[in-house]
């Protein structure tokens, strides 16, 4: 695995990008802007970028358990403050309720919450299969294996943080986009799964003006969030 750190400090901000096939490039604005903080890590996942292929199905329980294990080969120990926009909010979650001795904290940019596809298909069916049917075309199309794989085990990754136990806490912050490029109907949905989740999560939430990669178009809210939840050590995440 490509890892990709900058700064010094014992505090480790690692940086889980989301999309199909996410890799390091998705933090090149954000991650100066978080040295002042601790070391930051951003990565290429298996299959992607610089980092070698996998052969293990493209899950979130894969991606959890070569993050781990890519960190800990870097010498780069835990706890750690986790950060993950969109699939990758999705990932850092996963990572949180398996290890919570090893998670400091949450910052979600805009993530991906697994009961918002399920309202979605209800509520607004038909611009949530035209939306559906765009991605898997978009995937279907690309040239690169890992996109494709990654599409494929999306549903499969949905189903693991189901049935992983929920993360809570004061140090977790969920970004909402509030200008997030969907219809309408669809946005509704989207930004109130995120209400949600961060209530029952006992979460902070933040909405920023902004599309969905809010780390590119508004890169001092994350660090703001990250501040929060360094501001809230001895608090971690609990399940």
């Known amino acids: 695995m490509a ?3 900058s700064g010094a400090g014992s505090q480790v901000i690692v ?3 989301g999309g199909f096939s996410g890799d390091h490039r998705a933090w090149t604005t954000l991650q100066p802007k978080l040295t002042k903080f601790g070391r930051v890590v951003s990565y290429d996942r298996l299959g992607s970028g610089a980092s070698t292929r996998s052969k293990r199905p493209r899950v979130a329980t894969n991606f959890v358990e070569e993050l781990r294990q890519g960190l800990k080969n870097a010498g780069l120990q835990p706890p750690y403050l986790l950060v993950g926009h969109s699939y990758g909010g999705l990932m850092v979650r996963l990572f ?5 001795n090893e998670v400091s904290g949450l910052v979600l940019v805009d993530p991906a919450i697994e009961n918002f596809y ?3 298909q209800v509520e607004a ?4 299969l035209q ?3 765009k991605i898997q075309a978009e995937a279907d199309a690309s040239e690169s294996e890992a996109v494709r794989r990654d599409w494929i085990g999306f549903e ?4 693991q943080l189901r049935a992983a136990p929920p993360v809570r806490g004061e140090n977790i912050v969920i970004l909402s986009a509030a200008e997030m490029d969907l219809p309408e109907r669809l946005r509704r949905v989207w930004l109130d799964e995120h209400a949600k989740w961060a209530k029952d999560a006992g979460a902070r939430h933040t909405y920023v003006k902004s599309g969905h990669s809010i780390q590119r178009e508004q ?3 994350v660090v703001r969030a990250v501040a929060l939840v360094i501001g809230t050590f001895g608090k971690r995440a609990r399940r």
Not at 96 to 100: C, F, H, K
Not at 125 to 128: A, F, G, R
Not at 156 to 159: A, C, G, I, P
């Open 118 to 120: 399920r309202r979605a």
């Open 15 to 17: 940086l889980v990008a």
């Open 131 to 133: 939306e559906y049917e």
């Open 156 to 159: 499969t990754s949905l189903q």
């Open 96 to 100: 949180a309720s398996r290890y919570p």
């Open 125 to 128: 069916p038909q611009d949530y």
């Open 219 to 221: 890169p001092d809210a």
């Open 3 to 5: 890892l990709f750190v």
